[in-house]
């Protein structure tokens, strides 16, 4: 008999793993807690300084739970920021409303879009943030005609005919392309292990990369693909391929720390490839075992530009740190959402929205930036070397410069 | 050999997360599936102790042992109120697990906590071809030493005798004279402090993460019923296979690596349904 209760628990154990329930996963706490302070400020912004030209609905569904947790709170500071700074002269009243994207089960998270859009009536959409998620909605945002803005990447094949995604700063399986391309032309590398998490973002970005690496002449010898929700890495530090010149990886934040002290623990020193937002927000835990290696970034806060030092500088003000990759694109898309609504004369439509945002000449915190017809961004990517600043902490170094990635030619 | 090495040291972490629990459901026939919650505190006590206030590390795992165990007091108190009732156990389990995680949640962010950073524990020892990170076997070294004075407390002394009295026949053991409730409240401090040290030990490679209250628990109740309930033997034995399983079916068949020790439950579930101890709890 107790045996069989305690298969009956394990049974429901891992339903709740599966759905999600874990770690008090629930949107209507988070979307209430959001919700509230976020819409207030942005209305009462705009509706004091100037009469109100347009109102809309933004619905921003990204990860507040779980490991993935971190992209929650980022991604609302740079909404808020944004709402902040253009709140007063945009015209544009917006209501934010959130919800909890489940990193380890879409089907709940597509629930949650419907609420969202269904209920609550968000007529456009920032997030989701994982591959597998935009996956899942997608289908659905494509029937209820509602523009999704992925502001961390997603497929190319969403937007365009593909769907009504906006796509920033880049497809991608075009994004990474750049690091790929350097190891090959610049550092020389000849052969290259990855490792990437199992779902579509992991194989398309990094697909991104060894595409054009494979194109340079290199060759990848050895692939692994890690299943979402593995947090113990010292199986896949142990496997690397001693023969790969580097290693060309990308995790999760937390993953990538991670796998990180394994790999140093067992003293590999086979040079590092890293890409996206790495290390966001454990980087400065890590720094001091990733001096020297290369990385891509799409976002830095050492960019030398007068919006992103304006960023930075405002970031500090407010909140005594650093802004990193997610906040800063959670700002610019907001931002960008607002700059189309304003051309668009208020109208929230796809082809509206596409029509309008076609070729505008955006100056963001990466710099120049555009978007394609079909809403896909082209914009800066960085190759960056992890180095330790004067006052001790650890930065991305800006060593060389891509310009316009992210959208097909 | 490599793989097999790694798959003692995931043992080595598994057998910390799953002794205390088999432990609470041998000795009391309790369902305390708030056991993975009791593991969370513990690492995140561990990380406040080691990172947030840069204690010695052995003094952040006595520290997440002592704060379990005092939350196993409160624990035993409530479990104490649904006795021989084991759906009003789950069902309070389940709602403990909400409330501890919410309130850990509330405490230290939802934001995981990366591997704790312990300096004189950095590296690995190279036995060959094989390289174990020094936190795996200090890990290690702390799973087979709380296993070891487990199996002597259970099977060597008067205590050990009358808690798997307990086990056997309750109410026997209470015509005897002997307090039986105190020995509980005893096993059940011990079993959550064990799950303490676990948490400070598994946030070595693991870090702390609101998520583990789940994930934890789900993996100790599959060990438990491997190893067959109340045998720290059999837990141990359980750990050990399912650890190294985990390594290989990783290594050699990564795409069923999910599913494979559950598949070694149904196995185990269908051929010896006392699991590997065969023993059966009250």
New interface residues.
Partial sequence: MKVKVLVAAIGVLAVMVLVGCGGGETSTTASTAASGSTETTAAETATSAQPTKASITVGVLVPQTGFAANYGPEAQQGIDMALAEMGVDSGVEVKIITADEDVLDASNTLERLKKMVETDGAQIVIGPVFGSSQQAVAPYLTQAKIPWFSFLGASKDLAGSGGTAFVWPGADQLTAGPLGDYAAKTLGYKKIATLAPDYAYGHDSITGATDTFTAAGGKVIQQQWVPLGTTDMLQYATKIDKNADALLMWLVPSDAASFVKEYRNLGVKIPLLMFLGIFDPTFQEVGDLLVGEIGLNEYNPNLDNARNTAFVQSYKAKYNAIPNQTTAFAYTVMENIIQGVQKSGGKTSVEDLRAAMNGMALDTVIGPATYSPDGIASSNRYIVKAAQAADKTYIWDPIETYENVGAPK | M??FS?GI??GA?LFLMASGLSLL?GAM?V?D?AHGAVYMVGAYLGWTLAIGLGQPYPVAVIGAGVGAGLLGVVLERLFRRVPGM?DEQ?LLSFGL??VI??VV?WVWS???K??F?VSWL???V?VASV?I????LAIAVVGFAVALVLWYVQERTRTGAIVRAGMDDANMVRALGIHLDWVVVGVFVLGSAVAGIAGAMGGL???A???Q???V??LA??I??VGG?GSVVGTFAASMLIGVLD?FS??LV?GM??VAI?AL?ALV?VVR???LSGR??R
């Fill in positions: 490599q793989t790694n040291a995931v972490v459901i026939g369902l599936l084991p789950i697990i909400y995680t919410n949640q939802p934001i995981a990366s591997p950073d950095e590296g690995s190279h390289a990170p020094n936190v795996r490679v693991l870090g993460s609101s998520a209250a789940i994930d628990l789900l109740l599959v438990v019923v309930v390594a990783r290594s990564p690596s999910s559950y439950m579930l349904p006392t699991g059966l709890a």
